[in-house]
């Protein structure tokens, strides 16, 4: 019949607020070597993060890799650079992709922007990593910034698709317009 109700009466709990006071005071005596040891790991990690390379998708201009391959040559023949992107599926005609439709809208607290592009490829063939740069503006027009994101979905060959709430990127809160454009794709 005892449910054994001492454990949880106002006793306890001063017991146990005792033990979690004599623990604060035996920490407080390494406390200090603790700050400092958080003072230079702080300073660590803010050097490790300024020497971080910037972000991809914060550029305008096409990522690419940098890195060429140099086929090997016979003695006495110059070696020949061929750029990555020709090892890989060739780049589609632009002319023949347009993008018919886009609208826009803030999320993420209204720092996000959130684009709903309808892409229309009317080659003969299926295309894929389709690149896009959008421009943000003012109401008046000026200049804000630009945001570039790869869609890796595919869109077949005369036929047109929609991405809906495409996360483009961060962007300024003044931003009022945009403006997305095609400037790469690839065959599938």
């Known amino acids: ?112 922007a959130l684009v709903t592009l309808t892409l229309r490829n009317d080659n003969d063939y299926a295309v894929r990593d389709l690149e896009i740069v959008c421009a943000f503006a003012r109401r008046d027009g000026t200049h804000l910034t630009d945001r570039s994101r790869v869609l890796s979905d595919t869109v077949n060959m005369k036929s047109r698709k929609t991405f809906p709430l495409v996360a483009v990127g961060v962007i300024n809160v003044n931003a009022d317009q945009a403006k997305c454009s095609l400037i790469a794709a690839r065959r599938a």
């Open 1 to 112: 019949m005892n449910a054994r109700l001492h454990r949880t009466g106002p006793g306890s709990f001063a017991a146990n607020g005792g033990r979690l006071c004599r623990a604060v005071k035996a920490a407080r005596i390494s406390f200090g070597q603790g700050r400092r040891c958080g003072l230079v790991a702080l300073v660590v990690a803010s050097g490790i993060w300024m020497l971080l390379p910037l972000s991809k998708g914060n550029s305008a201009e096409p990522v690419g890799s940098g890195m060429v391959m140099v086929e090997p040559s016979a003695p006495g023949e110059a070696a020949t650079a061929v750029p990555p992107m020709a090892q890989a599926s060739p780049a589609a005609d632009l002319e023949h992709l347009k993008i018919s439709s886009q609208t826009w809208r803030r999320g993420g607290l209204g720092s996000k």
